[in-house]
C-alpha cells in the first residue's frame, strides 16, 4: 500500500479532489456491490463542487448553536479491547443537541467499535455513555434505540426479503399491533396505524428518492441506495440523534450528494447527526465540530477549521 | 377405501399442524429448531394422562398446548442468548430427553407399555340426521376455502407465467393433482360423516382447528407482529437497532410455535387411541422439516401444501412400491425414506426456494 499516504493527505486538504477510499475490505465489498463503476482514483470533480454548494449556503442559514446547552450525547472514559488489542482506550466524545458531530479517525482507530459501544451493541469494559440526560451503558440496544438514539451500520444492512416499504415501517416505534394481543384485540388500531405509518414511510422516501421502490424487495437495491434506505428507516424511529457510520463509502458522487442533501436538511428540521466519514470534504463541510480518535484515543477535537490545521491530525493520518 | 382416506385426511391434518408450528419458528423466525416433536410429546402426554384423570378434554388440551409453550420458553431462555447454533444443538438434545423421561418415567407414563384406553372426543357421541348434515355443511365449507386459496395461488401462477411467457406447467399438474386428491378425500369425508363413525368426526374436528389455526398464522404473518419475526430473520441486528426486543419475539415465536405442535400431539394421540415413547423420535420432527422445506419456509400455504405432498407421496409409495421392488418391509420403509431424501435434494437443486417459494427471492444479495 504504498500509496495509501498521498491519498491520506489528499484527504485532509480542502481543495484537491477527494478520491474514493477503500477504507478496508468490509468497505471494498460494497464498492463492488455499488453501482458506481468509476475507477477509484478518478477525481470526483462535479459532486464536489455540488457538495460544496449546498453547503456552503446551508452553514450561512443555519442558526447559530447554543453551545452551553446540555449535550444530547456525552461518552466519557469508553475502553473496549479485543484480546490484547486495544480498540477503544480511554475515549470521550460529546455531540450537541442540533449538531452535526464528526468522528475522524485513520482506518482501524476504533471508530466503528466506538459506536457498538454507544448503542451497547458491544458491552463497553469500562466508561460511562450519557444519552439525554441518563446514563444508558446498562441498557440492551433495542433499549437504547427505543430511548431515540438509534445507529446505522458501515455497511449498510437491510431486510432483504422484505419490501423497501416493510423496512421502513418496522422503524416506527410503539407500534400497536407489534403486541401479540392486540393482533386480536384491537385490530382497528392496527389498521390504522400502518396506514400513518405507511404514509410517514412514503414521505421519507420521496425525500430520499426511493419511493418508486417501495414495492421492490430491499436486497434488490445498489449499496448507495441501502445506505439511503439505512438512514430513511433510522428516521422512520422518530429518533433525537442519528449515528451514522460512513454513509459515503461506497457510494457514487450523485448519491454522496444527495445523501448530504438529506442529512443536511434533516439537521435544519432539528435532528441531531453523530457521522463517522472518511470523505473529508464532507466531514469538513458538514460538522460543526470534529472528533478525531487515533488507536482507539482521543486526538483532537475542534471545529473543521481547527482540526484541518492540527498537525497531531495530520501526522496521525501520515503515520 | 373410505376408511384410509380418512386416515389419510386426519395424517395430512396432523403433519401440517405440526409443521405450522416448525414454519413460525424457522420460516418467520429463523429459529433452528431441531427438536420440534418434544412439543408434540408433551402435548399428547399432557392431554391423554390428564383426560385418563377426568380432566375434560377442552381443558386438558390447552393445558397440553400451554406446557408445550413452557418447554418452549425454558429451552428459549437457556439457549437463545448464546449464538444460534446452539439452539439447533439443545432443541435435539431436549427432544430426546423427553422421550427418555416419557420412556422412563413409568410411574407417570406407563413407559414403554404405553397409554391406552383415554377418552377420545366425540367417541361416543351418536348425531342425528340434523347434525350429521351440519357436520358434511362445516366441511363442504372447509373444502370450499381450501380450493378457493387454491385456486387464487394458481392464478397468479398462470399470470406470472404469461408475464414471463410460459405456461406453468409444474404449477398445473400440482395444481390438478392435489385438487383430485383433495375431492377424493372430500368425497370420502362426506360418506364417512353420513355413515358416522369416530375417525370421521376427528377429521373435521381436526380440519377445522387447522383452518382456524392456519387462518390465524395467516393474520399473525401479515401483522406488525410478523414483520418483527420476518425482520428478525433476515438480519436481528437490524431489528435490534430499530428497538425491537429480538429476545422476547424470539421466545414468543418458539412458544407459539410449540403450542401448535403440542395440539398436534393430541391429535395424534386421539388418531392412534395410544402414545408410546417411539411414536416420538426425531424423524417426526425431520418430516416436519421435510414439509417445511418442500413447500418453501416462510410460507402457510406452501407447509400445508408441503404436508399434502408428504402424505401423497407417502401413501403411494406404500402401495406401488411393493408391486414393483422384490423388498421386505423393513427394506421398502428404508427405500421409501431413500427416495423422499433424494427428491428433497433434486428439488434443492432446482428449486432451492421450495416449492411456494418466491424465484426473485434467490436472486437478493444480503
Ligand atoms: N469484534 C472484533 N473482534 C476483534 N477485533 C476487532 C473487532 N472489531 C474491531 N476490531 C479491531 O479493532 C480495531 C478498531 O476497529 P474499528 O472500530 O472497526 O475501526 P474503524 O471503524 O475506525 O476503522 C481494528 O484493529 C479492528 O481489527
Ligand atoms: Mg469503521
Not at chain 1, 474514493?20 to 460494497?30: G, L
Not at chain 1, 469500562?126 to 427505543?146: K, N, S, T, W, Y
Not at chain 1, 441501502?226 to 449515528?243: G, N, S
Not at chain 2, 390428564?50 to 418447554?71: E, F, M
Request: charged letters at 15%; glycine letters at 10%; proline letters at 4%.
Amino acid at each position: 500500500m504504498a500509496g495509501n499516504e498521498n491519498k491520506a493527505a489528499s484527504d485532509l486538504s480542502f481543495n484537491e479532489a477527494p478520491t474514493v477510499i477503500e477504507e478496508d475490505f468490509e468497505v471494498a465489498e460494497d464498492v463492488a456491490a455499488n453501482e458506481s463503476t468509476l475507477p477509484a482514483d478518478m477525481p470526483l470533480t462535479r459532486s464536489d463542487t455540488d457538495i460544496k454548494n449546498i453547503l456552503i449556503q446551508v452553514k450561512d442559514h443555519k442558526p447559530a448553536l447554543q453551545t452551553s446547552s446540555v449535550p444530547i450525547l456525552a461518552a466519557s472514559g469508553l475502553c473496549k479491547s479485543f484480546g490484547g488489542l486495544r480498540a477503544v482506550d480511554d475515549a470521550k466524545l460529546e455531540v450537541a443537541q442540533g449538531s452535526i458531530t464528526g468522528l475522524i479517525g485513520p482506518n482501524g482507530a476504533g471508530k466503528t467499535t466506538f459506536f457498538n459501544l454507544l448503542s451497547n451493541f458491544i458491552q463497553s469494559d469500562r466508561g460511562r455513555v450519557i444519552f439525554d440526560g441518563e446514563p444508558i451503558q446498562h441498557l440492551q440496544p433495542h433499549q437504547i434505540a427505543q430511548m431515540g438514539m438509534v445507529r446505522t451500520f458501515q455497511v449498510a444492512r437491510v431486510l432483504s426479503r422484505l419490501s423497501v416499504m416493510e423496512n421502513m415501517i418496522l422503524g416506527a416505534q410503539k407500534q400497536t399491533g407489534e403486541n401479540f394481543w392486540n393482533v386480536w384485540l384491537q385490530p382497528k388500531q392496527v389498521i390504522l396505524e400502518e396506514k400513518q405509518q405507511r404514509e410517514r414511510a412514503i414521505a421519507i422516501l420521496e425525500s430520499v428518492g426511493l419511493a418508486h421502490m417501495a414495492g421492490a424487495y430491499a436486497g434488490a437495491l445498489s449499496g448507495g441506495q441501502r445506505k439511503l434506505l439505512e438512514m430513511a428507516r433510522a428516521l422512520m424511529t422518530d429518533p433525537k440523534l442519528i449515528l451514522l457510520d460512513e454513509p459515503a463509502a461506497g457510494v457514487n458522487p450523485t448519491l454522496i450528494n444527495q445523501i448530504c442533501d438529506r442529512i443536511v436538511t434533516w439537521n435544519r428540521e432539528g435532528m441531531t447527526f453523530l457521522i463517522i466519514e472518511h470523505n473529508m470534504d464532507v466531514i469538513m463541510s458538514l460538522c460543526d465540530r470534529v472528533w478525531v480518535l487515533a488507536e482507539g484515543r482521543n486526538l483532537a477535537d475542534g471545529t473543521p477549521a481547527e482540526i484541518q490545521k492540527n498537525t497531531q491530525v495530520l501526522e496521525a493520518y501520515l503515520g | 377405501m373410505v376408511g384410509y382416506l380418512v386416515f389419510l385426511a386426519i395424517s395430512t391434518g396432523i403433519a401440517a399442524l405440526f409443521s405450522l408450528g416448525l414454519n413460525l419458528q424457522w420460516g418467520y423466525t429463523g429459529l433452528i429448531n431441531f427438536g420440534h416433536v418434544a412439543f408434540m410429546t408433551v402435548g399428547a402426554y399432557t392431554t391423554v394422562l390428564l383426560a385418563l384423570k377426568g380432566v375434560p378434554l377442552i381443558i386438558a388440551v390447552p393445558l397440553g398446548a400451554g406446557l408445550a409453550a413452557l418447554l418452549g420458553l425454558l429451552i428459549g431462555l437457556s439457549t437463545l442468548r448464546l449464538r444460534e447454533d446452539y439452539l439447533a444443538i439443545v432443541t435435539i438434545g431436549v427432544s430426546e430427553v423427553i422421550r427418555l423421561i416419557v420412556l422412563n418415567e413409568e410411574w407417570l407414563t406407563r413407559g414403554t407399555f404405553g397409554v391406552q384406553g383415554f377418552p377420545l372426543p366425540l367417541a361416543t357421541w351418536s348425531p342425528n340426521l340434523l347434525m350429521r348434515l351440519m357436520m358434511i355443511a362445516l366441511l363442504t365449507l372447509i373444502a370450499g376455502l381450501t380450493f378457493w386459496r387454491m385456486w387464487q395461488w394458481f392464478s397468479k401462477q398462470l399470470q406470472q407465467g404469461k408475464r414471463e411467457g410460459g405456461f406453468p406447467v409444474g404449477s398445473l399438474i400440482l395444481g390438478i393433482a392435489s385438487s383430485l386428491l383433495g375431492l377424493a378425500v372430500y368425497v370420502a369425508g362426506v360418506m364417512a360423516l353420513y355413515d358416522y363413525t369416530y375417525k370421521a368426526g376427528l377429521m373435521v374436528l381436526l380440519l377445522l382447528v387447522l383452518t382456524v389455526i392456519f387462518w390465524q398464522m395467516e393474520r399473525l404473518a401479515r401483522s406488525p407482529w410478523g414483520r418483527v419475526l420476518k425482520a428478525i430473520r433476515e438480519d436481528e441486528e437490524v431489528a435490534k437497532a430499530l428497538g425491537k426486543n429480538v429476545f422476547w419475539y424470539k421466545l414468543q415465536s418458539l412458544m407459539l410455535g410449540g403450542a401448535i405442535a403440542g395440539i398436534a400431539g393430541s391429535f395424534y394421540a386421539w388418531q392412534q387411541t395410544s402414545v408410546y415413547p417411539d411414536d416420538f423420535i426425531p424423524l417426526t420432527t425431520f418430516e416436519a422439516w421435510t414439509i417445511v422445506v418442500l413447500g418453501g419456509a416462510g410460507n402457510n400455504v406452501g407447509t400445508v401444501l408441503g404436508a399434502i405432498i408428504f402424505w401423497a407421496y407417502n401413501t403411494v409409495t406404500r402401495f406401488v412400491l411393493p408391486a414393483l421392488l422384490p423388498f421386505d418391509d423393513a427394506r421398502l420403509g428404508a427405500f421409501r425414506v431413500m427416495v423422499i431424501g433424494l427428491l428433497l435434494m433434486v428439488l434443492m437443486v432446482a428449486r432451492p426456494q421450495g416449492i411456494l417459494g418466491k424465484k426473485e427471492e434467490l436472486t437478493l444479495g444480503r
